[in-house]
């Protein structure tokens, strides 16, 4: 299937949010047109991240409704706006999804898009930046739909997107694809964390809290820098002997543990670890993870939590120790570079993507969400064609 350079006008299906905490909708729905700076994807498949659940149930309060989700995925380009420059981008081409750029400010200058200082607007506003306006509208009663998600609002059969495309530079069977579905999102923060942010030497420690897709994706990186030791921390079992399959030395059931730190501190050699992770978005985690470093380590924070939240650490005992305890948004990525290489290690066999994902017909998307939220399934996939 493919349309003209002016595609306008298309119908087609997508998961609508009515409005916080309403279930997620397969409604009819139009897509006005597809501008001379914007492409138009055919979703092969779609990730589903904690990042969405957050913001559907309005935990998150920034976004308009009613709106589409989704921010991972992948599928073919099936029409290019008459300003998209790129010569490695055509349609009928499989591109993989991420997060879209102003590409023009300081960060994103200097290589580090995902804090373009016009991200905020960008990703969580929805909207077109040139004019908030979105591409898509209900079909039933025409109101429009916020569908620029991140950029991309993936959770549709067919979506718009700027230049948030990640050729793949090789070829390869789309059918085959899914675990590469979340690389835009989960997958590369997980990574990106290790691999662009914390750089762990292999006689380092990395403990890592939290094991979903994004943690597990740390705990793979930290792996693949053969880090000496590397902690994963859950609640789940299970969790935990996917964590030592990925590579993890050491486990910890955080339910059956009451002091995190202490331990993390005796299997450390009583140093303490030099670099944390926390991949859940809990303040009690938060403090046990600062409580856990040795010095000069750091810990970072990755998992997304509701605003406002405040985590308390002793500034003297930071100072001394030279403590550091940062944010990390995306893994710090550059997706155009980072999402190839991510997709060069699952080839060598080293990053094990494939483990991780399971995947669900668009039909199911109700029981992907609750597959997630039980804990059975860690990065569902829904496959749209
Ligand atoms: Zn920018
Ligand atoms: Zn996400």
Partial sequence: MSFSTAAKNIETQAYVLDKPNDPFTLQDIILDEVRPNELLIEMKFSGICHTDLLVATGAIPTLQFPAILGHEGCGYIRSIGSAIKRKDLAIG???????????????CSRGHPAYCLNGAALHMGAVRPSDGSSPARLKSDGRSVRSQFFGQST?????????????????????GAAMFAALGCGFQTGAGTVLNVL?????????????????????????????????????????????????ATD???????????????????GVGADFCIDCVGNVGIIESMIESLAKCG????????PPGKRVALDPLKHLFENKRYIGVLEGDSDPPKFIPQLVEMQRSGRFPLEKLCTTYPW??????LKDMHDGKVIKPVLRWC
């Fill in 93 to 107: 081409d499989f591109v993989l999804l991420s997060f879209n750029t102003c590409g023009t400010c300081k960060q």
């Fill in 155 to 175: 959770f549709s059969k067919f979506t718009v997107v700027q230049e948030s495309c990640v050729a793949m530079r090789y070829s390869f069977d789309p059918e």
């Fill in 199 to 247: 750089k762990p030497q292999s006689d380092d420690s990395v403990v890592v809290f939290g094991l979903g897709g994004v943690g597990l994706s740390a705990v793979m990186a930290a792996k693949f820098l053969d880090v000496g030791r590397i902690i994963a921390v859950d609640i789940a079992k299970d969790r935990l002997e996917v964590a030592r399959e990925l590579g």
């Fill in 251 to 269: 486990v910890i059931d955080s339910k059956a543990t009451p002091d995190i730190a202490g331990k993390i501190r005796e299997l450390t050699d």
């Fill in 298 to 305: 750091t810990a970072a924070s990755v998992g997304v939590m």
């Fill in 363 to 368: 039909q199911d998307m109700e029981r992907a």
